[in-house]
């Protein structure tokens, strides 16, 4: 397929395609951490994030919440209805770990009594920084109307994951999501949902099935990715 590279990510790249209105999604089998201060190159991981993305933002789009995923054309590629990326980075928490344990002195694994949204500016060069509503108004990121409609969907689609992953009896303890703008104006979820931007801890024995597992160095990541595409496969749709 005829295409220019339009970003190189740390997880993949986007790519053109003939139609103005889709782009093309590489996924990479790179693992980043620190802000790309840990790297390494590991053999299968962009398969399974594909694959992953691919089964939840088909089943979210069942759901009716709005999404760029199309269609998967290979193992590791997928095409997306065009977006500017919204520069935000929108966590989201429903069990206090990471950098909100750290930041607030919150017992590891605290059941937080509702979900938490949080924002960070989406910089490489400012490593990310968290920031609240003022500084998205004062930096012209989003509006307050456009603000209030991304926290509104985060909330949703909150509800249909921690729904989805329980079928996988799997507890969904944080993620984060990226909304862009399509050609008509309309924000709609972008980016993917995979292990790389979930906490996902396995309900039976509080096994982390994610990122986590590279961030710490606790061992090898393909198993563990394989076992959450394995269990959304047998969980049928
Ligand atoms: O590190 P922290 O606790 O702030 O991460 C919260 C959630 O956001 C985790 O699920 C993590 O995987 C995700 N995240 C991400 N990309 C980042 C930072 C965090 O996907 N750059």
């Given at each position: 397929m005829k295409s220019t590279v339009l970003y190189k990510g740390k997880a993949k790249n986007v790519h053109s395609t003939s139609d103005e209105n889709i782009l093309r999604l590489e996924y990479l089998n790179q693992a980043t951490a620190l802000n790309g201060k840990k790297k390494d190159e590991i053999e299968g991981k962009?398969?399974?994030?594909?694959?992953?993305?691919?089964?939840?933002?088909?089943?979210?789009?069942?759901?009716?919440?709005?999404?760029?995923?199309?269609?998967?054309?290979?193992?590791?590629?997928?095409?997306?209805?065009?977006?500017?990326?919204?520069?935000?980075?929108?966590?989201?928490?429903?069990?206090?770990?990471?950098?909100?344990?750290?930041?607030?002195?919150?017992?590891?694994?605290?059941?937080?009594?509702?979900?938490?949204?949080?924002?960070?500016?989406?910089?490489?060069?400012?490593?990310?920084?968290?920031?609240?509503?003022?500084?998205?108004?004062?930096?012209?990121?989003?509006?307050?109307?456009?603000?209030?409609?991304?926290?509104?969907?985060?909330?949703?689609?909150?509800?249909?994951?921690?729904?989805i992953f329980s079928q996988l009896d799997v507890t969904l303890v944080d993620f984060k999501l990226e909304f862009g703008k399509n050609v008509a104006g309309k924000i709609i979820l972008s980016d993917e949902i995979t292990p790389d931007t979930c906490r996902l801890w396995d309900k039976q024995t509080g096994q982390s099935l994610d990122k986590d597992i590279y961030r710490k160095d606790l061992g090898e990541i393909v198993p563990v990715y394989q076992e959450i595409l394995t269990r959304l496969k047998e969980r049928g749709e």
């Amino acid at each position: 397929m005829k295409s220019t590279v339009l970003y190189k990510g740390k997880a993949k790249n986007v790519h053109s395609t003939s139609d103005e209105n889709i782009l093309r999604l590489e996924y990479l089998n790179q693992a980043t951490a620190l802000n790309g201060k840990k790297k390494d190159e590991i053999e299968g991981k962009a398969p399974l994030n594909n694959q992953i993305t691919s089964l939840i933002f088909s089943d979210l789009k069942k759901r009716g919440i709005e999404n760029h995923w199309l269609e998967m054309i290979s193992d590791t590629e997928q095409l997306v209805e065009k977006v500017t990326i919204i520069p935000l980075e929108v966590v989201l928490r429903n069990v206090a770990t990471g950098s909100f344990t750290k930041r607030l002195g919150i017992e590891e694994g605290t059941i937080l009594p509702k979900p938490i949204i949080e924002f960070y500016f989406k910089d490489d060069a400012l490593d990310d920084p968290f920031i609240n509503d003022d500084h998205i108004a004062f930096l012209a990121i989003a509006t307050d109307e456009e603000l209030a409609f991304i926290r509104n969907q985060t909330l949703k689609i909150n509800t249909a994951l921690i729904d989805i992953f329980s079928q996988l009896d799997v507890t969904l303890v944080d993620f984060k999501l990226e909304f862009g703008k399509n050609v008509a104006g309309k924000i709609i979820l972008s980016d993917e949902i995979t292990p790389d931007t979930c906490r996902l801890w396995d309900k039976q024995t509080g096994q982390s099935l994610d990122k986590d597992i590279y961030r710490k160095d606790l061992g090898e990541i393909v198993p563990v990715y394989q076992e959450i595409l394995t269990r959304l496969k047998e969980r049928g749709e």
